[in-house]
């Protein structure tokens, strides 16, 4: 299965660019439909602008930036582990909100694609079901994490039932690997469907953790399925949990 960070998402409202003018994207031969409308909307999307000029590898990153504005999330010194780095993004973001750059905190990243350098951060390529590379990343964060984040989303397929159930195991995974590694207190932060995370896991996070919540930061569009299950007061794995193989 290929793991992506999906870059995709905004409020939804119409936008301008110069001159009160939406910009259009000439119809060429080999363009379809779709990839022209996708090229106007990044052209025309404020977030997309606004993720450029911070610096920032993808507007996805104007998400966890968001969240943590509003949630608090993070604090300078904490180790924080990334599922599904690509591009690189929530990296960022994190570095800055840990002290990174300041001799602060342990950040790691790991993802099936390659992922640009990000100072002061281990990033493996790889499978986080390798659980080789896992514990390599724990051990770069000293053995435990105060945050878990994951963006991973499946390749979508068009088909809305088969992508939700795609995006739900991803999320599964995540949360098996919070389980795992979480410090007491600690935080888990995913994508999960509109609709909310699966009952069975729902209850997983609401046994382990004392506040689970579903969110959705004004950088995703309105119109996408996304949304994100936040997961804080990490109190332990529950008796019955049976951790994957």
């Known amino acids: 299965m290929t793991i992506r960070k999906d870059n995709?998402?905004?409020s939804g409202r119409s936008y301008r660019g110069e001159g009160g003018l939406t910009s259009k994207v000439k119809k060429k031969r080999g363009l379809?439909?779709?990839?022209?409308?996708?090229i106007e909307r990044q052209i025309n999307d404020p977030y997309v602008t606004e993720a450029r000029s911070k610096g920032y590898r993808s507007r996805a990153a104007l998400k966890l930036e968001q969240i943590d504005q509003?949630?608090?999330?993070f604090k300078p010194g904490q180790s924080v582990l990334d599922l599904g780095s690509a591009p690189g993004g929530w990296l960022q973001v994190t570095a800055?909100?840990?002290g990174l750059n300041q001799g602060k905190g342990k950040l790691a990243g790991i993802d099936l694609l390659d992922v640009d350098p990000v100072s002061g951060t281990l990033i493996i390529k790889g499978d986080i079901n390798d659980d080789e590379k896992l514990a390599e990343l724990v051990?770069?964060?000293d053995g435990k994490a105060d945050w878990v984040i994951s963006?991973?989303?499946?390749d979508t397929t068009g088909h809305r039932p088969t992508d939700h159930l795609r995006t739900t195991a991803l999320l599964e995974m995540a949360l098996d690997t919070a389980l795992r590694v979480l410090v007491p207190g600690g935080g888990f932060l995913s994508k999960c469907f509109q609709g909310g995370a699966e009952i069975e896991l729902l209850t997983v996070m609401r046994q382990s953790f004392d506040q689970v919540k579903h969110i959705k930061p004004d950088a995703s569009?309105?119109?996408?399925?996304?949304?994100y299950v936040l997961c804080t007061g990490f109190k332990g794995v529950p008796d019955d949990y049976l951790?994957?193989?």
């Open 151 to 154: 963006d991973m989303a499946a």
């Open 243 to 245: 951790f994957a193989d």
């Open 96 to 98: 800055e909100r840990i």
């Open 139 to 141: 051990a770069h964060i």
């Open 8 to 10: 995709k998402g905004s």
């Open 70 to 73: 509003k949630h608090g999330l």
């Open 221 to 227: 569009r309105s119109e996408s399925v996304e949304i």
């Open 32 to 38: 379809s439909a779709s990839s022209r409308r996708w």
